[in-house]
């Protein structure tokens, strides 16, 4: 689990830190706070990963250099990188002796590293697993993303209601990055495109009058277990070529001076800026499309220096397009081998083509991008050309199998047509690459027969799927030390690189003392969380209540709204027998909900104002505590996962792409409750039907609801609990000073469709919480399936996913 710490070891480790605090921090260690010895350790940490670093990038630049993936992604979501450093580096318990001997503690050091949050959720917390496990494996791949001087905003609650501030990450300095400036690029945007052809006849065009922007690498290394490979991730930044304007400074012009440097650098400034306008939609597709093109140039480099011809750049290097946010790279290849490598469209096109791989994100058509033509013809000409021709020799391919049908041309064109033409990203990505994949079994079965269905028909030999993963490095070595420990006592530790090991569990299920130690460690969990809640909010919670959590991103489909309706019906029903017998339990919800998102943040305000009234009732608070915890982010998923005991996994079905967090609840011994969604269906064929709590449609009910013509009051007649929960909102309870502040959730339910039909899966879902609640109280039996769900999470290692990338995608092997 860790190098064997002997005092040579410490000592050395001691020195180099005391070092650091010397020669980078220019301070002795006396006048150092907590925030000069996290920065002192964390340098520490960086110097013993670099040599393993250096090794791995001049394997790169061999002759014999193997093929190598370049995963392309807008997010990724990396917590603290310290903990996870020591861990994979083996140097954890050393550096915990090395600190004690100074009088300082370790965890003291690692509370005060900033998340380096540069993702919204899931789609970017499964990139940051996905280089853990690359690494591990020692395969030849490398992140690259880009470095946003603001990550996820900092969640704020006010008076229940969510306020959004800036999240500067990198306010105290960065330790783990390195900058490469001998590695800039140059992005262009604007301009025009002029077109001519040679004496041959051969045509060339060339993009003119661009308005350049530097594209600045920072480098961070990404060490695998044990440290045989350290991979990079690479972000990149926006820099002014022109920088500061000294004769308008000089002219008393101060302002513009400084404008166009600070225009240039607001395209890496924030994470996904608000798109409902025009500039704000702009400032997207240039985030993409500076990504795109510093990625690609970097790729062409490498090649180019292996001295190869262009033609077997598909044998040498593969793109991982993660969801269609990077899919502005298929034109921008095809716009770098064409104008400036100067193949002919076919050979470009034939290059292009075997060197992406596409994975689709969602089953939410209204979530797959669209770009104005307009947009994209004025930002990127010269790409606008190279799409139109795509989608021209796209159509006659659909053309030659499906003579004269018109609708599949319209309905399959790249360029949407009717109104204000659109450039539909998702197609472009499909087209252009040589594989699509989804990201768990009954997503892809989805994406296949109903997304883009007319897709599969025509390259069925490209659609597959990669059911996603977690690192048991982050989510068990690292968050659940206990738990780790307890696990590798009975079974060795080859389970940290092999997760398939934890099978040998199952025999302990049997083990009466072994469940006990189980308990004891779930129990432990919870006292670190409610201390953790108790500094956060303030409020005291009940450790042997159930620890019901509900921890993602704020969204509809996602259901939030649907655990607060069952926490008012649990809190009529105490209400209206305070002297019953109840099983206590505590409701946590956590997340963040896109600025814009109206209902979104109105659901939040919900379960604040819920919170409210339930933790202050002295006839219910003894049952029933519901919480928000402000500020979701990967260190508090760190807290709550280990102590969670239900595991909240309910969005409609045939709504949810895979989900990863059912994955790492799971693997701590949480038990799910949730509909047949995403990778719920591969969880429940794993751990068993008796291990987890599946309630209300499947995608074959939603989809017959739909069709048959649903009418959400069929499922809240006069006096069922759902009813009398809305009648409650309905009244103003849960907030008098606003009465009809929650009319439009009340409304999404009752005169809106309830398009993610909450009311048709109420009862299943509260008759499955009732169960819970008999069956929590039988604590033996429930430590027993909680072992049988870590025992049966083998298949849920991303290093498994990545194995399969490695051999049914990107075709690349170990260094």
């Not at 229940?160 to 500067?168: A, K």
């Not at 072994?514 to 909010?537: C, G, P």
């Not at 009340?746 to 909450?758: A, N």
Request: with cysteine; glycine share 6%; aromatic share 10%.
């Amino acid at each position: 689990m860790a190098s064997k710490v002997t005092k040579t070891a410490v000592k050395k480790f001691k020195e180099a830190f005391q070092k650091r605090v010397d020669m980078t921090l220019a301070k002795d260690l006396s006048e150092c706070n907590k925030h000069d010895l996290y920065m002192a350790l964390a340098y520490t940490v960086r110097d013993l990963q670099v040599e393993a670093w250096k090794k791995t990038n001049h394997k790169l630049s061999s002759a014999d250099a193997p093929k190598r993936m370049y995963y392309i992604s807008l997010e990724f979501l990396m917590g603290r990188t310290l903990g996870n450093s020591l861990i994979n580096c083996g140097f954890f318990d050393q550096a915990d002796s090395a600190l004690k001997e100074l009088g300082v503690e370790l965890e003291d050091l690692l509370d005060e590293e900033m998340d380096a949050g540069l993702g919204n959720g899931g789609l970017g917390r499964l990139a940051a697993c996905f280089l853990d496990s690359i690494a591990s494996l020692d395969l030849p791949g490398f992140g690259s993303g880009i470095r946003y001087d603001y990550g996820i905003f900092r969640q704020k609650i006010d008076h229940g209601h969510q306020l959004e501030e800036p999240d500067n990450w990198l306010r105290f300095g960065n330790p783990w990055e390195v900058v490469r400036p001998e590695r800039k690029r140059v992005v262009k945007f604007y301009g025009h495109v002029e077109c001519y052809k040679d004496h041959d006849g051969k045509q060339w065009c060339t993009w003119v009058d661009t308005e350049d922007v530097l594209a600045m690498p920072y480098d961070t290394p990404i060490p695998g277990f044990s440290m045989g490979t350290v991979n990079t991730l690479r972000l990149w930044s926006a820099r002014s070529i022109f920088g500061f304007n000294l004769t308008d400074f000089n002219q008393g012009d101060f302002i513009n001076a400084n404008i166009q440097k600070s225009l240039t650098e607001n395209i890496t400034k924030v994470l996904y800026p608000n798109d409902n306008n025009y500039e704000g939609k702009e400032l997207r597709l240039k985030q993409q499309y500076f990504l795109a093109s510093a990625t690609l140039a970097d790729m062409i480099e490498d090649f180019k220096e292996l001295g190869l011809p262009m033609s077997d750049l598909p044998k040498k290097a593969v793109c991982q397009l993660n969801d269609t946010h990077p899919a502005i790279a298929v034109p921008e290849l095809m716009r770098l081998l064409m104008d400036d490598e100067g193949l002919t469209w076919d050979e470009a096109w034939g290059i292009s083509r075997q060197v992406f791989a596409y994975t689709n994100h969602t089953l939410l058509a209204e979530a797959l991008e669209k770009w104005s033509v307009d947009l994209i013809e004025n930002l990127l000409p010269r790409h606008m050309q190279i799409i139109y021709e795509i989608n021209y020799h796209f159509l006659r391919e659909v053309a030659q199998k499906y003579p004269g049908d018109n609708d599949r041309q319209r309905d399959m064109s790249i360029i949407q047509e009717g109104g204000e033409k659109m450039v539909r990203m998702a197609y472009l990505a499909i087209v252009g690459s040589f594989s699509v994949n989804g990201v768990a079994a009954m997503h892809t079965e989805l994406l296949k027969h109903d997304l883009v269905r007319e897709f599969y028909d025509l390259y069925p030999e490209k659609f597959n799927n990669k059911t996603n993963g977690i690192t048991p490095r982050r989510w068990l070595r690292k968050c659940n030390p206990e738990l780790s420990e307890l696990i590798t006592s009975k079974i060795g530790d080859k389970w940290v690189t092999d997760l398939d090991e934890l099978q040998k569990l199952i025999p302990f299920a049997k083990d009466k003392a072994f469940r006990k130690e189980i308990s004891k460690i779930k129990k432990n969990n919870k006292i670190r969380l409610a201390e953790y809640v108790k500094n956060l909010t303030g409020d005291e919670l009940d450790v042997n209540s159930i620890f019901d959590i509900q921890v993602k991103r704020l969204h509809e489909y996602k259901r939030q709204l649907l655990n607060i309706l069952h926490a008012i019906h649990l809190y009529q029903k105490i209400k209206a027998n305070p002297k019953g017998h109840y099983t206590p339990r505590t409701i946590i919800i956590a997340g963040k909900a896109a600025p814009g998102y109206y209902m979104a943040k109105l659901i939040i305000k919900m379960v604040n104002s819920v919170s409210a009234i339930v933790n202050n009732d002295p006839e219910v608070n003894k049952f029933l505590k519901v919480l928000f915890l402000p500020n979701y982010s990967v260190s508090m998923a760190e807290v709550l996962v280990p102590a969670t005991d239900l595991s909240e996994q309910i969005s409609t079905a045939g709504k949810e792409a895979s989900g990863t967090g059912n994955m790492k609840f799971a693997l701590n011994g949480a038990l799910t409750i949730g509909t047949l969604d995403g990778a719920n269906v591969e969880i429940k064929d794993a751990v068993g039907d008796d291990n987890i709590y599946i309630f209300g449609l499947d995608v074959d009910g939603v989809t017959s609801l739909n069709q048959n013509g649903y009418n959400p009051h069929d499922y809240m007649p006069q006096g069922s609990h759902l009813k009398n929960a809305l009648d409650l909102i309905s009244s103003g309870f849960f907030c008098p000073e606003d009465p009809e502040l929650f009319r439009p959730l009340v409304d999404s339910l009752t005169i809106g469709g309830d398009h993610y039909k909450l009311a048709a899966d109420f009862e299943s879902y509260s008759d499955s919480q009732e169960l819970v609640s008999n069956d929590f109280i039988k604590e033996d039996d429930w430590a027993k399936r909680a072992i049988l769900n870590i025992a049966n999470m083998g298949g849920f290692s991303s290093d498994r996913t990545i194995k399969q990338y490695a051999e049914e995608i990107w075709d690349i092997k170990p260094y």
